[in-house]
């Protein structure tokens, strides 16, 4: 287990640094930071001078390293537009993207294992094309569209949830739903993959022969062997919803980490770009992280097997 | 030598007809089919100019309100352009698309999974690592920000994800062509003195086409949706393009009085890329007929 810890952190660590090399230098490519600082009316003089003065002028790769020396010690520099720590602005608005995050992820939990589990036991039956239908419609359905029709229905039509806002559970609601959909076809149809694969082993038929009670068989043997695929996606479903939460965010006015990155795109707000990047990107490699030391200990053939 | 050949030529013709037969039972990739089928050929045959505005003529209601005309079935929208012209237009947008980028990520993932799968060792590392890296940039975010910061447009949306979306083949490549690589007539071939590339277009290549185009056809769906969304934030497509993620964009403003507006083009992409998926999961069925859905 402790071989393969440390091979998963190191390879997480290079990723990061990967990534956030990449991303970095792709943000610098695709826009000019001083002609933004300086404003459209500035003279080439002016933008010269904004170039020296914050040390645009240097080489790429030394302004990199420049910039990753101050955001390891949790420091993003300035934001353009607000003239304020970029690092204040995201602590500020990291918690609403976790509350939708969790609870949208909790969401497609809550619903999709069970459905697996319901739809594995009884394959082709009306329950289970009924979940299948429900899923490949959830894949195809465009999230900023639906969480519209969702405001449409219960905040226009019902009158029943608040459209807009942070703060109660009511205003929770919708962004749940919206976010937490669209991972649930994936988490049902996995689980019920593995729950059909795991019902017809070996293992399964022996449990059931030595005399363990359905119950036993369904949760001991059966799904603790069929989550594992699951544990993965999940994580890697999670990772999306920190991208998801940008469409989302804007549609119900939550003022989280993926509202601001919207928002600075559009200011051209480059330290706060960079830095809401390199933040969702490493919390997806944590979060995969977390997930393969999870699945590690749960299937004792992977800390073997060593990193795929 | 004609003798066998022969026997070879029949056989896959006789594979084909079967192939053929099964598709044509299977429910999901016939429909599928016949909506992206009927899609494209609305999207050549558009009626009205999508682009005119009337401003007399703004925000006209649909036929099926009382006061609705057969002038614009689907009504007009905040600039009084004709609605219905518009929804077909907007299939262009996303079918171009579509199938402009998944060519580019196609070949990049197919290239490195073919790579990693087929030589192993240090390549495979390289590439599994390069696999990890881009799964843990945001397509969302990053396409955005690039977008964003570079300009939006039709050209740029369709490289940017066309750089983006590669990672799937890469992964679905990598693992076939191992799988392949290791039978006997890829020994064979390599025996006979065939170089690698040979080996790769006329051994390992025809093998792989069928997983190819299961992983494309769910490609496009995806960047017909993420099109949609970057539009739908003002950092895709740009107006007056009528793109289907722009055109729900810019009726939100009218949504409590026109909520149309909103829930047609919504609708118009949920079938497109419903559409695509049912082709892409009946492709896969009929590719791989015994494995258990």
């Known amino acids: ?308 | 030598m004609s003798g066998p050949a022969e026997v070879q030529s029949v056989a896959a013709v006789l594979r084909g007809h079967d192939r053929l037969r099964r598709a044509l039972r299977h429910g999901g990739l016939v429909a599928g089919a016949a909506a992206v089928i009927a899609m494209v050929v609305m999207a050549l045959l558009a009626p009205h100019d999508p682009y005119t505005q009337n401003l007399a003529l703004r925000m006209v209601n649909p036929i099926w309100h009382a006061d609705g005309t057969w002038q614009h079935p689907l009504g007009t929208d905040g600039l009084g352009r004709d609605y219905l012209s518009r929804l077909i237009y907007g299939s262009r947008i996303s079918l171009l698309i579509g199938f402009g980028c998944v060519p580019i990520s196609g070949l990049i993932g197919s290239a490195l999974g073919v790579a990693a799968g087929y030589f192993g060792g240090q390549t495979d590392l390289a590439v599994v690592f390069m696999i990890t890296t881009r799964l843990s940039m945001l397509v969302v975010l990053v396409a955005l920000a690039v977008v964003g910061l570079v300009g939006g447009s039709l050209t740029v949306v369709v490289a940017v994800l066309g750089l983006l979306l590669w990672d799937r083949f890469a992964v679905v490549m990598r693992a076939a062509v191992q799988q392949i690589r290791g039978l006997e007539y890829v020994a064979a071939a390599e025996a006979a003195g065939s170089s690698t590339l040979r080996i790769l277009v006329r051994s390992v290549l025809p093998n792989v086409l069928d997983q190819l185009l299961v992983v494309a056809t769910l490609k496009v769906a995806q960047a017909v949706l993420l099109e949609a969304a970057l539009s739908f934030l003002g950092l895709g497509v740009q107006p007056p393009a009528p793109s289907w993620g722009l055109m729900v964009s810019e009726a939100k403003e009218h949504m409590f009085f026109s909520p149309w507006l909103i829930t047609l083009p919504g609708a118009a992409l949920f079938t497109l890329v419903l559409a695509i998926n049912l082709l892409g999961d009946g492709l896969r069925d009929v590719a791989a007929p015994r494995r258990e859905r």
């Not at chain 1, 937490?180 to 729950?195: F, K, V």
């Not at chain 1, 399964?204 to 996606?233: C, D, E, M, Q």
């Not at chain 1, 200990?297 to 990193?307: A, E, K």
Request: proline content about 5%.
């Open chain 1, 1 to 308: 287990m402790l071989t393969y810890t440390i091979k998963r952190l190191l390879l997480a660590g290079l990723v990061t640094l990967t990534v956030s090399a990449i991303s970095f230098g792709l943000l610098r490519l695709s826009g000019d930071v001083a002609a933004a600082l300086a404003g459209s009316d500035a003279t080439s003089a002016d933008v010269e001078y904004l170039r020296r003065y914050y040390g645009l002028d240097r080489p790429l790769p030394v302004q990199y390293l420049d910039w990753l020396g101050h955001a390891v010690q949790g420091d993003f520099g300035q934001s353009l537009y607000f003239k304020q720590p970029v690092a204040g602005m995201i602590r500020e608005r990291l918690p609403v993207t976790l509350t939708i995050g969790a609870c949208g992820i909790l969401f497609a939990i809550i619903l999709g294992i069970p459905l697996g589990v319901v739809a594995a036991l009884r394959p082709n039956s009306w329950l289970d094309r009924a979940a299948l239908t429900l899923a490949v419609c959830g894949q195809a359905l465009p999230s900023f569209w639906f969480a519209l029709l969702l405001i449409l229905l219960f905040g226009v039509m019902l009158r029943w949830l608040p459209i807009a806002g942070f703060g109660s559970w009511q205003q929770l609601v919708m962004p749940t739903i919206a976010l937490g959909y669209h991972a649930l076809p994936a988490i049902m149809r996995l689980t019920r993959a593995g729950m059909v694969e795991v019902l017809r082993s070996d293992y399964v038929r022996s449990a059931y022969a030595k005399g363990v009670g359905r119950p036993g068989v369904l949760f001991k043997h059966g799904l603790r062997n069929a989550i594992i695929p699951v544990v993965s996606l999940t994580a890697v479903q999670l990772g999306f919803m920190l991208g998801g939460s940008i469409v989302i965010e804007s549609v119900f006015a939550l003022h989280g980490i993926g509202h601001l990155a919207w928002q600075s795109i559009s200011r051209r707000d480059l330290p706060v770009v960079q830095a809401v990047v390199l933040i969702i990107s490493c919390s997806y490699v944590l979060i995969t992280l977390l997930a393969d030391l999870m699945n590690a200990s749960l299937d004792p053939r992977i800390r073997v097997g060593g990193v795929r």
